[in-house]
């Protein structure tokens, strides 16, 4: 039986820093790559599930390391 974490993906008030969305980027990515090998539909579904929250993950971190490094 496969465990996955749930990840809160919602934005939040504040902006969390670049260390955090490298965090939560990294959970997405083993949990992707957890998924993509799996052999069922719904793994497939989940994989891509998961590579569509990094997606929108990469541009809240290129914000935050641009503010970070002013």
Known sequence: MLVTSK????KE????NS???FEQIKELY???ETEH???SKAAKSRARKAIGEIKKLVTDYRKA??????
Do not use: C, H, P, W
Not at 13 to 16: C, E, I, L, T, V
Not at 65 to 70: I, W
């Open 7 to 10: 990840i809160n993906l919602k």
């Open 13 to 16: 008030y504040f902006m969390a």
């Open 19 to 21: 260390n955090e969305i």
């Open 30 to 32: 083993t949990q992707f």
């Open 37 to 39: 090998n799996g052999s």
């Open 65 to 70: 390391s641009v503010d970070e490094n002013k």
